[in-house]
């Protein structure tokens, strides 16, 4: 079969007014779907490459402008945008380096025009060589390795998990080793979430990443609607407490007090001990004390009877009445009394939403928190219904009223409350005492530096402190005066500098000559001022040594 010219011509015209075939390919179809076809650039080939572009085709694209920025992921970004455009359109790699140069604005574009000088060499500048220069400039290597440096120590902390994986999506650009398969990507990822929730996912061992961050953002919902439910409930129970004892001292008079007040005539007497009390109860009727008005106990027997002198108002016994007083005590207060004693657990717990420096110590009677400690909380600070006298390890008393009353303490997704009492404290910043451990039924593991708690109705669950691999074999200054009080013996050692004679025996070349050096040789003779002759016979030349012979 013949072809005609025109044939030809209009075969090869054809080719070039086709409309643009879908490709079939799903790599085909991604680069379609990231550039679409725009109005007036060239067809588009089975590849998805414009064919024949021209920089009007590029700029039809609508790539961005670049023109300075401390951000490194915005040069990042910059790079990877102009990237994609090239991978749509059919140009050569000068023309890639010439369309990215034209897209330099302001300072960039200052810059570009004197590097441009350096890099032509009789020959035209490529992609490569202009991206080069560009990460010179805006994202040097000594930058590049502090973004690898926050990759590696990258940590959930205040973040929520939908801001942690960004974060972590963006630095992972820059340590691309580090997240080298699937399965190390959803490590390191699971690694840095926060210890409640890496606990909750790694027993789920996922290998997947994108499953890890689905459970973390689960778990951490789930977390939220337990704490507000909690809270929820916290608020709840103490109205309905309030509300109670309002609805008692209003409403639920005893039936001695309902039979008095039928009983009392018009004039307020009271048929039992023919007085009057002014509404208050006949003390005679109920059996409380005379003196302080409760029960269980005769005038004669109250505790409280120093108080009230007899033969003066009660007035001025009121006056005279102080403060209450309680005493208490604390075994360790610094890392030195931790370290000293094996009886107590040292760790991190989450206070709120802050993690502090926590000692556990079941030989003290309260818990306790620091001042600078109650700044970052931020509570409020209540005064205490008595003052505190607190034992320390040194033997001294430290009066306390203060106190932070509801504190949440964390230990896994477990949230328990405890009153901290405010004391001055400064390798810690609270100490769990026994008071917070018995309400929580909770047993200390000393050796195994582990708290169990076995609350009932729920399952047991522990929190294990730090190790100490070589522990000081040291006791505090309070138990050692107990001890000496209880008869036992002690020794007060101390070291003497004692600086040895000098003798024959250590001094070299000089030990060689016993006979010489006399044994009492305090040391090598002072220098002196003494000028060292020989003095020869009269009429004597001198003597040397020539090369040939002796000579007079």
């Not at 020959?123 to 440096?149: H, L, M, N, T």
């Not at 027993?203 to 951490?220: G, H, P, Q, T």
């Not at 337990?226 to 916290?234: I, K």
């Not at 309260?366 to 320390?392: E, P, Q």
Request: charged fraction near 25%; glycine fraction near 6%; charge should be neutral.
């Amino acid at each position: 079969m013949t072809v005609t010219p025109l044939e030809w011509v209009l075969g090869r015209d054809r080719v070039d007014i086709m409309p643009p075939r879908r490709a079939t390919s799903s790599q085909n179809n991604q680069a379609n779907d990231d550039v679409p076809p725009v109005e007036g650039l060239s067809p588009v080939s089975a590849e998805g490459i414009y064919r024949g572009s021209s920089f009007d085709d590029f700029k039809k694209l609508g790539p961005p402008y670049f023109s300075s920025t401390s951000d490194p992921t915005g040069v990042e970004a910059w790079i990877m945008k102009i990237e994609k455009f090239f991978d749509v359109i059919d140009c050569s790699e000068e023309q890639k380096a010439s369309y990215a140069a034209f897209m330099l604005d302001k300072e960039a574009n200052h810059w570009w025009s004197m590097t441009k000088r350096l890099l032509e060499d009789q020959r035209s500048i490529v992609w490569s060589q202009f991206r080069e220069a560009f990460y010179k400039k805006y994202f040097p290597d000594s930058v590049r390795q502090q973004k690898v440096g926050e990759s590696v120590r990258l940590e959930q902390g205040n973040l929520t998990v939908a801001q942690y994986e960004a974060k972590f999506t963006e630095l992972s650009r820059f340590a691309p080793q580090l997240i080298a398969t699937e399965k190390v990507k959803a490590l390191k990822f699971q690694d840095g979430l926060k210890p409640y929730l890496k606990n909750k996912i790694s027993i789920l061992k996922l290998s997947v990443y994108s499953e890890v961050v689905d459970r973390a953002l689960i778990a951490e919902k789930d977390n939220e609607e337990l704490h507000q439910y909690r809270e929820q409930q916290r608020k709840r129970n103490k109205n309905e407490g309030a509300h109670s004892n309002q609805a008692q001292k209003r409403y639920a008079p005893s039936r001695n007090q309902n039979k008095r007040k039928a009983a009392q005539n018009l004039d307020g007497i009271c048929p039992t001990c023919g007085k009057k009390h002014g509404g208050r109860p006949c003390y005679r009727e109920t059996g409380a004390c005379f003196g302080c008005g409760k029960q269980g106990h005769m005038v004669r027997d109250c505790p409280e009877s120093k108080k009230f002198v007899f033969g003066k108002p009660k007035e001025e016994n009121k006056n005279n009445r102080q403060k209450p007083k309680a005493q208490g005590r604390v075994f360790a207060m610094t890392y030195g009394d931790a370290q000293a004693t094996s009886d107590v657990v040292t760790g991190t717990l989450r206070i709120h939403t802050l993690f502090a420096r926590a000692l556990i110590d079941p030989g003290s009677t309260h818990s306790f928190v620091s001042a600078s400690f109650v700044g970052l909380l931020g509570m409020s600070i209540d005064n205490m219904d008595f003052d505190l006298f607190v034992a320390t390890p040194l033997g001294d008393f430290v009066v306390v009223n203060k106190i932070l009353r509801d504190c949440c303490v964390m230990i896994g997704y477990r949230e328990m409350t405890v009153d901290l009492v405010l004391l001055d404290l400064q390798d810690f910043d609270v100490i769990l005492g026994m008071d917070w451990l018995a309400s929580y039924h909770a047993s200390v593991d000393c050796f195994g530096k582990r708290v169990t708690f076995s609350i009932p109705g729920q399952l047991d669950f522990s929190f294990e402190g730090k190790h100490v691999d070589k522990p000081l074999r040291m006791i505090l200054a309070l138990r050692a005066s107990s001890l000496l009080q209880k008869g036992c013996q002690g020794f007060l050692a101390y070291v003497v500098n004692e600086e040895n004679d000098l003798k024959l025996e250590d001094i070299p070349i000089v030990r060689d000559y016993p006979d010489v050096f006399p044994n009492d040789l305090p040391g090598l003779p002072p220098e002196r001022k003494v000028e060292f002759t020989i003095n020869v016979a009269p009429g004597t030349a001198s003597i040397f040594k020539a090369l040939t012979g002796w000579h007079l």
